[in-house]
């Protein structure tokens, strides 16, 4: 019976979930990580499989990989990571991204200080001119380095992952303004692109001996971790325009499944091609807020947050106004890189507060909803839910009555299950 294996690198930890040929979940194996560490990336990489029965490990016909986007690393051609990654949330300094809007086309979704483009400016700074090809660096996204470690072939992305270093999802190349800086920075290579779900390489074989992978178990290109859960909520390749997934995880991505792209640098808007077997491409419009779950583990343990949830009445809407950021900057719906948490006033009553965050949070989803559709997105016709905060049916009653949208049961919540589909196909 043929396996077929999706690693979900999210920021609070790692998630490997396997499938059959029928799409039915037969394993599903967890690990902790440090995102600001490659070590770890290597080590929970290697132990989610090997947690996988023997049985199903001997079995797995391909692999793919999703990670949280914009998080770059910069390798030689050894794949030694030369310095630790610029997560996601990193944000660049204001001179590096005035350098961006120098070399980006006015209001591009590079023009952010979290994007991957300005990391690689960053990163950029302070790498000596090339002079032989062995001095070669890559600049990788996550997923990117994850499959590297599998099949060994440096230097492979995604149109996913790739999106937020400018990578054209239309056109399906670099875009000529960051070829003609590639061609005056050549110390750096930037990655060939590839579809999600397409054939990389076969793993390497002393990783297959290592692990108890056959030696033909083939490594496909993978997508970012809310692309993932778009795929894994809706369960299939086929949902209708107009299907929208919020991941709740440590952060609060929204995604609306649309006819057109939407991109709009000013509220950290930009859309993800997406292959629907019946429209063709249509178009992932959507934004990444730093508000989610992170914040709400700054306060509470899970058990406190399960025990004060008890005492919230969902239906009676909370008077606290806040603005709840685990630290300085938001991408969407406002990018600002300068915006400051707000968590004041602070009730005595840790339910009170816990409720005042839960509804901030449902009333910055809903703002970011109403801009999708303002700015031109299909207009929502159905919302599933991915994530750790799916969990949370306190949470979920807030969130439909601030969002008013008719919300559906996830097919599953876990963003592994959306890179298994991607193996599977
Ligand atoms: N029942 C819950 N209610 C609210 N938030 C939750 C709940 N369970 C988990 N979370 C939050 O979800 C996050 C982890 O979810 P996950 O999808 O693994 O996120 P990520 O991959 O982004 O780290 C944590 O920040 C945690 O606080
Ligand atoms: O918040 C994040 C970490 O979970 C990422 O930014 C998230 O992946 C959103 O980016 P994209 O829409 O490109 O997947």
Redesign the pocket.
């Known amino acids: 019976m043929d396996h077929f294996l999706g690693i979900d690198f ?2 609070s930890g790692v998630r490997a979930i396997a499938i059959n040929c029928d799409r039915k979940i037969i394993d599903m194996t967890r690990a902790d990580y440090d995102i600001r560490d490659c070590q770890t990336w290597q080590f929970a990489l290697q132990d989610v499989i090997s947690q996988l029965s023997l049985e199903i490990r001997q079995n797995i016909k391909s692999i793919a990989i999703d990670g ?4 770059v690393v910069l390798c030689d051609r050894n794949g030694t990571v030369m310095k630790p990654p610029m997560i ?2 990193d944000i660049c300094a204001a001179e590096l991204l005035d350098q961006v809007n120098q070399i980006a086309p006015p209001q591009h979704i590079v023009c952010s200080a979290t994007s991957s483009f300005a990391k690689l400016i960053a990163i950029a700074q302070d790498i000596k001119p090339a002079t032989e090809t062995d001095q070669k660096l890559y600049l990788l996204h996550q997923a990117d380095y994850l499959g590297y470690l599998l099949h060994g072939n440096l230097g492979i992305s995604d149109y ?2 790739a ?2 270093l400018g990578y054209d999802p239309i056109l399906l190349t670099y875009p000529d303004w960051l070829q003609n800086w590639a061609a005056q920075n050549p110390a750096v290579t930037l990655p060939k692109v590839l579809a999600p779900s397409t054939p990389v390489g076969m793993i390497q074989p002393e990783i297959a001996h290592k692990l108890d992978l056959p030696k033909d178990c083939m490594i496909v290109a993978g ?5 993932a859960a778009f795929l894994a909520s809706v369960g299939c390749a086929a949902p209708a325009i107009g299907t929208a997934v919020t ?1 709740l ?3 609060m ?1 929204l ?1 609306v499944l649309s006819d057109r792209p939407i991109n709009d640098s000013r509220y950290g808007i ?1 859309s ?1 091609r997406f292959e629907h077997p019946q429209h063709g491409c249509l178009w ?1 419009v ?5 508000v ?1 779950g992170a914040v709400l583990r700054q306060f509470f343990s899970d058990q406190q947050l399960s025990e004060l949830c008890d005492r919230i009445n969902p239906e009676i809407p909370s008077p606290l106004d806040y603005y709840p950021l685990p630290k300085t900057g938001d ?1 969407f719906p406002i990018n600002d890189p300068h915006l400051t948490p707000r968590l004041e006033p602070r009730p005595n009553d840790p339910a009170e507060f816990l409720h005042g965050l839960l509804e901030s949070m449902a009333r910055i989803e809903a703002q970011g909803y109403a801009l999708l559709r303002d700015l031109g997105a299909s207009p929502v016709q159905q919302l599933y839910t991915a994530g750790g905060g799916a969990n949370n049916p306190v949470w979920t009653k807030i969130r439909n009555r601030n969002l008013q949208i008719p919300m559906a049961k996830s097919s599953q919540m876990e963003a592994a299950y959306g890179a298994a589909l991607l193996a599977l196909n």
């Not at 949280?68 to 998080?71: H, K, L, Q, W």
């Not at 959507?286 to 730093?290: L, V």
Request: hydrophobic fraction near 15%; proline fraction near 0%; glycine fraction near 16%.
């Open positions: 999210g920021t949280t986007s914009a998080t996601y949330s996913h992952n999106l937020k997508t970012t971790d809310s692309n991941s995880g440590s952060t991505v995604k930009y993800h992932l959507g934004g990444a807020s730093n989610g991408r």
